[in-house]
């Protein structure tokens, strides 16, 4: 049986299940106890050729035989994690005769998880759904604590809300077949949680020739030690308005400008917050906050994660600044999470823009000049 933790959000708690063949272990019980007659996985369609066998055959066995299920699917890309995808996504399951007693399944990355909920959220009222990781990052991160939603054109997820899911079911066997690059992608949120809370993860990092793990590397220790911190966390601050859910998204103030400026191509998100967070190092450092030097471990720690970026990037810390401050135009307040000392992260406004720009400028000449 895998190991079990429960995320408690207000009323709502729920289980993230994590191990290799959790869905076979966990799906079909689940399934008794939901009890849906209709359950709609909604994914991509490269997912469900690879693994939607395995995921039918673990559904079906815990359905009546009366059960049904029927797939969503829509293209890979943060650029379909739009309201109109959402929208034929209502299509789809009214057609489909999908009523409020359903279960909509969310089986794919951050973006599917995200359109996935807002779908299961709003479709008459809200319905009842799963979160099925199948990417580091989602694992680790997004598929916990009930942030739904989608992005405009002006901004990523500016319509979303939150609904939290039945459960959290990771399967780490799907990991196998990850692109490396988007397991790199996957281990720069698993080092902010080092930095922010856990120097095992960090001494672990830190001990992986050529700074990632090898090829039969188990994740699921590490993976359920990550989201044993995101639970936690979404637990002190639900709704993200106590400044306890906000400190993770260190490296994110950078990260987000950097994504923007480089019309989110070129840097995946785990890369553009792994150089955020290499940014904030120096930020701390420099701008004396910092009791204890912070810039050469980040470094150490996430330079090796950033080897598939493309160099050069061809964009300014001048331009970079501008995305920030487009931001700040937008009501949002330009705030930084930075590290104190190891693990005692805090939240700071207002910094010189000139001590920003120069983190920035030092950050993208590491970035060029490493591996
Ligand atoms: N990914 C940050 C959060 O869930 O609050």
Redesign the pocket.
Same mark, same amino acid.
């Given at each position: 049986m895998p190991a079990e933790l429960m995320v408690r959000a207000g009323e709502k708690e729920y289980p993230v299940l994590v191990g290799k063949g959790t869905y076979e272990e966990a799906v079909p019980g689940i399934m008794r106890r939901l009890k849906p007659a209709c359950v709609s996985v909604v994914s991509h369609p490269a997912l469900q050729e690879m693994h939607g066998g395995a995921l039918e055959k673990a559904i079906i066995e815990g359905l009546p035989s009366s059960g049904r299920i029927i797939w969503f699917t829509f293209p890979e890309g943060e650029e379909n994690k739009t309201l109109v995808t959402v929208m034929a996504g209502y299509r789809f399951l009214l057609e489909k005769g999908f009523t409020r007693e359903d279960l909509v399944l969310a089986f794919g990355g951050g973006v599917v998880g995200d359109l996935a909920g807002f779908l299961a959220a709003t479709y008459m009222r809200g319905v009842r759904y799963l979160q099925l990781p199948t990417t580091l990052m989602s694992m680790v &991160?997004?598929s916990i604590?009930g942030?739904t939603g989608v992005d405009l054109p002006e901004g990523k997820n500016i319509v979303g809300c939150f609904h939290h899911p039945e459960a959290v079911i990771a399967d780490v066997s799907v990991l196998a077949t990850l692109p490396g690059r988007e397991v790199l992608n996957g281990l720069a949120e698993v080092a902010k949680y080092g930095f922010l809370y856990d120097p095992e993860i960090l001494r672990e990092m830190e001990g992986w020739p050529e700074g990632r793990p090898g090829g039969e590397y188990d994740f699921a220790p590490l993976v359920r030690r990550c989201a044993a911190h995101k639970a936690r966390v979404v637990g002190e601050d639900e709704r &993200?308005l106590r400044g306890i859910?906000a400190l993770?998204?260190y490296g994110h103030t950078f990260g987000h400008a950097l994504e923007a400026a480089l019309g989110y191509r070129m840097l995946r998100h785990g890369e553009a917050v792994a150089l955020g967070m290499i940014m904030a190092s120096r930020l701390a450092e420099w701008s004396g906050l910092a009791r204890t030097p912070l810039v050469e471990r980040h470094l150490r720690v996430l330079l090796p994660l950033l080897r598939e970026v493309p160099r050069p990037l061809n964009i300014s810390s001048r331009e970079i600044l501008r995305f920030m401050e487009a931001d700040k135009k937008k009501g949002q307040a330009l705030r930084f999470v930075l590290l104190k000392d190891w693990q005692s992260p805090v939240l700071v406004e207002s910094l010189a823009s000139d001590l920003v720009e120069e983190a920035v400028q030092e950050s993208l000449r590491d970035l060029s000049e490493g591996e």
């Amino acid at each position: 049986m895998p190991a079990e933790l429960m995320v408690r959000a207000g009323e709502k708690e729920y289980p993230v299940l994590v191990g290799k063949g959790t869905y076979e272990e966990a799906v079909p019980g689940i399934m008794r106890r939901l009890k849906p007659a209709c359950v709609s996985v909604v994914s991509h369609p490269a997912l469900q050729e690879m693994h939607g066998g395995a995921l039918e055959k673990a559904i079906i066995e815990g359905l009546p035989s009366s059960g049904r299920i029927i797939w969503f699917t829509f293209p890979e890309g943060e650029e379909n994690k739009t309201l109109v995808t959402v929208m034929a996504g209502y299509r789809f399951l009214l057609e489909k005769g999908f009523t409020r007693e359903d279960l909509v399944l969310a089986f794919g990355g951050g973006v599917v998880g995200d359109l996935a909920g807002f779908l299961a959220a709003t479709y008459m009222r809200g319905v009842r759904y799963l979160q099925l990781p199948t990417t580091l990052m989602s694992m680790v &991160d997004s598929s916990i604590g009930g942030k739904t939603g989608v992005d405009l054109p002006e901004g990523k997820n500016i319509v979303g809300c939150f609904h939290h899911p039945e459960a959290v079911i990771a399967d780490v066997s799907v990991l196998a077949t990850l692109p490396g690059r988007e397991v790199l992608n996957g281990l720069a949120e698993v080092a902010k949680y080092g930095f922010l809370y856990d120097p095992e993860i960090l001494r672990e990092m830190e001990g992986w020739p050529e700074g990632r793990p090898g090829g039969e590397y188990d994740f699921a220790p590490l993976v359920r030690r990550c989201a044993a911190h995101k639970a936690r966390v979404v637990g002190e601050d639900e709704r &993200d308005l106590r400044g306890i859910r906000a400190l993770l998204n260190y490296g994110h103030t950078f990260g987000h400008a950097l994504e923007a400026a480089l019309g989110y191509r070129m840097l995946r998100h785990g890369e553009a917050v792994a150089l955020g967070m290499i940014m904030a190092s120096r930020l701390a450092e420099w701008s004396g906050l910092a009791r204890t030097p912070l810039v050469e471990r980040h470094l150490r720690v996430l330079l090796p994660l950033l080897r598939e970026v493309p160099r050069p990037l061809n964009i300014s810390s001048r331009e970079i600044l501008r995305f920030m401050e487009a931001d700040k135009k937008k009501g949002q307040a330009l705030r930084f999470v930075l590290l104190k000392d190891w693990q005692s992260p805090v939240l700071v406004e207002s910094l010189a823009s000139d001590l920003v720009e120069e983190a920035v400028q030092e950050s993208l000449r590491d970035l060029s000049e490493g591996e």
